[in-house]
C-alpha cells in the first residue's frame, strides 16, 4: 500500500534537513514555465475578445496592440515592487494587509481565491476547446469529461510537489514559446514592406471613424475593446505571490522570472493582435481567432503543403491546448499558497497551513480541485459563461495592491527616490481601477454578479471563521497567562531523578501551555503515586515554520524553551521530568513515534494523558476549525494495547 501512495504521491521529504528546501526551490527558468503559464496563456483568449470588439473598426488594433504590451509592463513594474517589499510571497493578499489593513487583505485574498479557482477552470475548458476543435463534432459531448479527469490528474501531480509538476510540463512550455514566436515573427515580417504605413492609415482610419461617430464614442469603443480584453494581464501576479519557493536570492530571481513573463507576454498577446489586423483575420465557426490566423500564416509559409500545414496548426493548437494546461497549474500553486497565508491570520481553517509529507500544501491543492470541478460542472465547461465570471476579480486585487503601494511611497515621501516609484504605482493603479470598473460595466448583468456574490460568501465565511477563533484564543490565553514564565525557576540542584522501574506520566504538550498544565495537575490528582513524568510535544512543520531555514531554527528553539518549563514546574513539586521533542509535517505520526519511545523506557504501567477541549457550543464547524488530534492518538495507543486518559478543558 505504501508503494502504491509513493508512486502517486512521491517518497516523504525530511524538512528538517536544510538541504530539502534546496531541492525542491525552483529556478526563475521554471518558475517562469510554472508561474508564468497562466498569464502566457492568456494570450490564446485576452486577444481574441478584445480583437472582437473592435468589430469592423480595426484600424484600432494597432493602437490595442500597443497599448496591451504597455499595459503588460505596467503592471509588471508594479509587481516587482511588491516583489521587493514582500519577499516572503503572499502577493495581493500580503499587500492589502499590510498596507491597507486586514479587511482589505481580507477581501483580496477572498478575491484571490475565486480567481484562482477560475484560472483552473478557465485554463482546462479553453485547452479542451482548442484540442477539441480539431476533432469532429459529434465527440463534443465528451468535453466537460475530459476537464474533469484533467483536474483530478493536476491535483495528484501536484501531490508530488511543485518542481516535480512544472518540469513533467516544461516541454508543452518551451514548445508553445517557439512555436508562437516562429508563427508572429514570419507573419509580421510578410508585411514588413507595408508596416511603414500601418501607423498613418490607422490614424486615418481613426480620425474618418470619429468624424462618423465622434471622439467620444471611439474612445468609448476603444475602451471596452480595451477592458474586455483584461484576461490578457491575469497571472502576471502569480510570480509575487510565490517569491518564496524560489531559490536564494528570492528578489533578484523573482524580478527576473517577472521579466521573462513580461517580455513573453507583451511580444505574445502584442504580437497576435497585430496579426489580426494584419492578416484580416475573421472569426470562423467552431475556431478559434488564432487558429484563423495562424492556418493562413502557415498555408503562406508552405503553400503546397496540403497534410503537413494541417498538422502543422494543429500542433500549433495542441500547443496553445497544452499551455493552457499548464496555466491551471498556478491555480494550484497561488491558490493554496493565500490559503495558507490567509490560514496564518485566522481567516480559514488551520489546516490550510499544514504541509504534507512532500511539503506540498495539500489541503489547498485538494480544496482547489474540488472547488475548480464543482465550477466547471456548474458552468458544464462553457468557457463563454467562466470567460464573464473571471476577469473582475483579477483587477480588483490588481487595484487594491497599486493602490496599497501608492499609499506606501507616499507615506515614505523622505525616502530617496519615492516619486518614481509612486508614479509608476500610481499609474498602474490608474489602469488596473479603470479596466476593473469597465469591466464591472460590461459583466454585471452577464453573470459578473455571480462572482461578487461568490466572492462576498468567501468574505462572511472567513470572517465568522476569525471570529471563532479570537474567542477561542481569548479563552485559551486566560488559561496561558495563570502560568506566566516567572512562575517556576530552573534550578540544577536538588533534581529528583527519573525511576525507569516505576510508572510515568506521558504528558502530551498542545502549544498552548494552559491546556498542557491542564492536563498535568489532573494527571498529578489522579495518580499521586506516579513520580516520572514525560512531555511529549511535537513542533508541526507548516507552510509558515518552513519558510527559511531561520525560521525552522527559531520553531526549535521555541520548543526547547516551552519544554523546559514543564520540566522546571514537576522539579519544584519534587516530581522527576524529562521531555521528547519531535518535528515533522504529520504531528500525529510524531507523537506516537516519540510515545512509543516513552512507553519502552518506562514500561510498567505507563499511561499518557492530554487535555481535550469542550466547546459550549459543538457543531460542524467548531469540529471541523480544530483538529482531533488527541482523540486519534488516544484510540491509536488503545489499539496497541496501551492507556490514554483525555482530561475535558471548557473553553466558552
Known sequence: MEKIINFFRGKALDPMDPKTRHAIAIIPLLAWVGL?????????????????????????????????????FIIAL??????????????????????????AGLVSGSALLVDYVLTIAISLASGVDAAFSLIPPEYQDYKLMVELGLVTFLIFLNFRGIKESIVVLLPIFLGFCITHAVLIVYGISVHAPDLGNVMPNAIANTQALSGDIGWIAVAALFLKAYSLGGGTYTGIEAVSNNVNTLAEPRVPHGKRTMWYLAFSLAFTAGGIILLYM???AEKVDGQTLNATAFGMIIDHLNPNGGGINTIALATVLLLEAGLLFVAAQAG??????????????????????????????????????????LILIFTGGSVATLVVLYSINVFLTFSMSLFGMSVYWVKHSKDKGWFKHFLLSAVGFIVTASILMVTIYEKLFDGGWLTILVTSVVVVLCLLT?????????????????????????????????????????????????????????????????????????????????????????????????????????HQH????????????????????????????????????????????????????????????????????????????RVG
Open 278 to 280: 494584419l492578416w484580416g
Open 574 to 649: 519534587g516530581l522527576a521530568a524529562t521531555y521528547k521533542i519531535g518535528f515533522g509535517t504529520d504531528p500525529i505520526k510524531e507523537f506516537m513515534k516519540l510515545t512509543d519511545e516513552a512507553y519502552q523506557e518506562f514500561p510498567n504501567e505507563s499511561i499518557s494523558f492530554a487535555s481535550k477541549l469542550l466547546f459550549a457550543k459543538t457543531n460542524f464547524f467548531t469540529k471541523f476549525l480544530h483538529n482531533q488530534t488527541p482523540l486519534e492518538i488516544q484510540e491509536r495507543l488503545h489499539f496497541s494495547g496501551r492507556q490514554m486518559i483525555l482530561l475535558p478543558m
Open 466 to 570: 476569525r471570529k471563532h477563533y479570537e474567542a477561542f484564543r481569548v479563552e485559551l490565553s486566560k488559561a496561558d497567562e495563570a502560568f506566566p514564565d516567572n512562575l517556576v525557576q530552573s534550578s540544577k540542584s536538588d533534581i529528583p531523578a527519573l525511576d525507569k522501574t516505576k510508572p510515568a506520566a506521558i504528558v502530551l504538550v498542545s502549544r498552548h501551555r494552559g491546556a498542557s498544565i491542564h492536563a498535568l495537575m489532573w494527571a498529578m490528582r489522579l495518580f499521586p503515586h506516579y513520580k516520572n513524568y514525560v512531555f511529549v510535544a511535537v513542533g508541526e512543520v507548516d507552510a509558515s515554520s518552513f519558510d527559511g531555514h531561520q525560521k525552522v531554527e527559531a520553531l526549535k528553539e521555541q520548543m526547547e524553551k516551552s519544554m523546559s518549563y514543564y520540566v522546571d514546574f514537576c
Open 332 to 373: 494550484f500553486l497561488d491558490g493554496p499558497t493565500v490559503l495558507s497565508n490567509m490560514a496564518a491570520d485566522y481567516w480559514v481553517p488551520r489546516q490550510f497551513r499544514e504541509l504534507s509529507s512532500r511539503l506540498v500544501r495539500q489541503n489547498g491543492i485538494l480544496v482547489m480541485g474540488i472547488a475548480a470541478f
Open 36 to 72: 508564468g503559464a497562466d498569464g502566457l496563456s492568456s494570450s490564446c483568449y485576452g486577444p481574441e475578445e478584445a480583437f472582437l470588439a473592435l468589430g469592423a473598426n480595426h484600424g484600432l488594433a494597432i493602437f490595442l496592440a500597443l497599448v496591451t504590451a504597455l499595459t503588460v
Open 78 to 103: 508594479g509587481y516587482n515592487q511588491i516583489i521587493e517589499l514582500f519577499p516572503t510571497g503572499g502577493g495581493g493578499y500580503r499587500v492589502a494587509t499590510a498596507l491597507l489593513g486586514s479587511k
